[in-house]
């Protein structure tokens, strides 16, 4: 059994390719955290005090977005016995809500001097039988948003690296992006017009037009498709004989492919802001989605009706729920530090639960015991004789 070096450093036997990809994507997200952790303003995980960092520029914020059910209540429900409740038929109402989480403000919201939204939070809040599902649009409006309501908070002085996942509406690239998957094999067509790529050639940085020029014999000002972008950076003898598939693996390989960003990336660049792509299947690393299980349990609470109406006016009033207190979000904000610290290490899921397990029962003095005799009830003879075989 061979033993390869992983992302982070450690070895590990035979690790299956999906385990690998897992592996990589989470030393990707340390990485990129750990390049901006000088810049970033946090708290001291042992006092959840806000640090003094005086070269801070940017605050992380959680993104992400939640859908609730007018039907999704509570699952217990009193009963004599005589009766029972039948399921419902359809998942009822649906609230479509999008919101942004920092360990610094909490929940951002505008400032209460703001001219346009005082002490509005940000995001969006979408009744989707009315106000239609949650799209890009909205996305990129809600991230603007929470940008302004950032730099008005810190007087000007932070940005944001946004911690987000890479659902489509967060993943959608500009129309004339670098993107193989709307690639025609032949010129023309309904394929877009993409922007200028670059390539490698003899050690020199090759500037590469995706467009026939106007004055094309056959092609003019048409796109030029698969093959022939292929062929201009491989050669002729490269590309002969191979397929659709074969030549788009080649050209996603390319650097210029690799990082075209995403609309959502463009923007908040633009902006002075930085987006980092969480990794898939692992909320435990998204602060946020800690802090909506406190909103869901008061929302199937304030729900115990199922009713449609006024379903949306609940799920606005449960969005601060009591017990998700500042402090509680911090919390939240380290526990995802510390998971992605123990995964770089080597550590997996079910060892990273038993140490979190462990620390917890040793937290704090252990609970006093009572003195033998001391306040102790009469012990009650139970159905099954209690001697040993």
Partial sequence: MSQQPSESGTNHLDVPEGDAQELQDRA???????ELKPLILTVDDETLEVKPNPQASFILVSQDEKIHHSNDQQKRYWSDGTNTVLPKKSQGRTIMTSDFLSEVFGFIKFSDHDSHSPGKRVGSLLDVSRDGYYNSDRCLEDFNECSRAVTELSLGKLHCVYLTDRS???????????????????????????????????????????????DHPEYPGQAKGLRQVC????????????????????????????????????????????????VKFHPELAPIEAAYRSIGRALQVANSAGSSAGFKARVQQCQDPPDLTLSLVRKHFRSAREYLKLYVEGKTLAEIEQLRKVKRKHRGPAPALSQAGEASQPSKSGKYPRNRV
């Fill in 168 to 214: 489509p509406i967060h993943y959608k690239f500009a129309e004339d992006a670098l993107n193989v998957r709307k690639m025609n094999v032949k010129p023309g067509g309904k394929q877009p017009k993409m922007r200028n790529g670059w390539f490698w050639k003899a050690g020199k940085r090759q500037t590469q037009t995706m467009v026939y020029p106007d």
């Fill in 231 to 278: 062929v201009e950076r491989f050669g002729e003898a490269t590309i002969n004989g191979k397929r659709h598939e074969e030549m788009a693996a080649m050209l996603s390989d390319c650097a210029d492919f690799k990082s075209q960003p995403t609309l959502l990336e463009d923007q908040a660049l633009a902006r002075g802001d930085r987006v980092i792509f969480g």
């Fill in 28 to 34: 990707r997200l340390a990485k990129q955290l750990d």
